[in-house]
């Protein structure tokens, strides 16, 4: 039996307000290319099909960036919604394979690894979906209108991307959930009735989000 297909989409959305940049952080400098290239040149490694989902007003820039760097990388455009899940929503769109194996990444996520992105698919291609996880390291309390007491952090992980699904289920999730808001395919598709299957993450698999995390993916990506 082959392989199914790989397809990544790479949702490429946010404003970058939180870096008090000019620019949304996905296509900010990151040691002298977009942070976005380098999930892209993972994926490409890992023979997937790659699916860039773009803010409307960031298509032209798009080309530029392209242009400037002289990205041959094959890949697929297509814009955002208003939300996460209409961006990831409008990527499954360009999938034509439904049983294909659809890793739905942040662009925001540089220093993917490739050994990671295979384990995932491995795993996706055995119980039709995979999550990496990484385990919760400080002390945390549940903290409600009618509770403040600390949990047990053992029984908790952090959730990061790229999540691996089988096309056609994870795209009939999304049909029948169009007006709902999830913060991961993970969530819509265990909504869905889905078992989730996990595999260790990595903890240099973060997301940028504040100008320290630009400043931790430089160093961690030096030593790469």
């Known amino acids: 039996m082959s392989a199914p297909e790989r397809i990544a989409v ?15 952080k996905q296509f900010m400098q990151l040691n002298g290319k977009p942070v976005i290239f380098y999930s892209i040149e993972k994926f490409h ?27 041959q990388i094959p890949h697929q455009v297509t814009v955002g919604g208003a939300t996460r899940s ?3 929503f409008n990527g499954l769109k360009m999938v034509r394979n439904g049983d294909a194996l659809v890793a739905v990444h942040d662009a925001a996520r540089p220093v993917i690894s490739v050994s ?17 996880v990484i ?14 007491k600390s949990v047990d952090r053992d029984q908790y992980f952090i959730v990061q991307t790229p999540q691996v699904f089988r096309a056609m289920p994870l795209i009939n999730a ?6 709902a808001s999830f913060t991961d395919e993970a969530s819509l598709m265990e909504q869905s009735g889905v078992e989730i299957s996990t595999v260790p993450g990595e903890i240099t698999n973060i997301k940028i989000t504040f100008p320290e995390d630009l400043s931790y993916a430089q160093s961690v990506l030096r030593t790469k």
């Open 10 to 24: 790479i949702v490429a959305g946010g404003s970058g307000q939180r870096m008090n940049a000019g620019i949304p």
């Open 45 to 71: 490694e890992c023979n997937a099909a790659i699916i860039v989902v773009l803010p409307e007003d960031q298509t032209e820039n798009w080309q530029k960036l392209i242009r400037q760097h002289s990205m």
């Open 86 to 88: 209409l961006s990831v």
């Open 116 to 132: 990671l992105i295979e384990k995932l698919f491995d795993e996706a291609s055995k119980k039709g979906n995979a999550i990496p």
């Open 135 to 148: 385990p919760v390291k400080d002390s945390i309390r549940r903290i409600t209108a009618d509770e403040n």
């Open 174 to 179: 999304f049909e029948n959930n169009k007006l």
